[in-house]
């Protein structure tokens, strides 16, 4: 019987397959990988703008809340890559000195939310302590 040299095209064929779902497989981590480094970069945003507006609900007076637009107040240039975004606030009254102010900004047609809140107590000092 004479030598062979070279594969079968068996061996070629499971070589092509092996290599495929390496393609695959690297590609899809990738694909993933971007989606969520996106994600990520779009909740820094809004949690920077979220803490704009604390800082900025933060120096109104006690009193001033109730009378607050519901929207942001503070710039919100640094979400324009959320677009379309919006922004609420809600200024809850727990009790007679205390107050619940929640901002909420939702982007992604709704699906991606973020939120955060303060309680406001009415200690009779000024709007910083």
Do not use: C
């Amino acid at each position: 019987m004479r030598q062979q040299r070279g594969f079968s095209l068996i061996e070629v064929l499971v070589a092509i397959l092996i290599l495929g779902i390496v393609i695959t497989t690297s590609l899809a981590v990738f694909v993933d990988r971007t989606r969520r480094l996106r994600q990520a970069s779009e909740t820094l945003l809004a949690y920077q703008s979220l803490s704009n507006e604390i800082e900025l609900r933060r120096r109104l007076t006690f009193t001033e809340l109730d009378g607050a637009p519901v929207e942001f107040m503070s710039d919100t240039t640094i979400l324009g890559p959320l677009a379309p975004y919006t922004t609420t606030v809600t200024v809850t009254a727990v009790s007679a000195d205390v107050k619940s102010v929640v901002m909420t900004i939702r982007w992604n047609g709704g699906k991606r939310i973020a939120r955060m809140g303060i309680a406001r107590v009415d200690t009779g000092g000024s709007n910083l302590w």
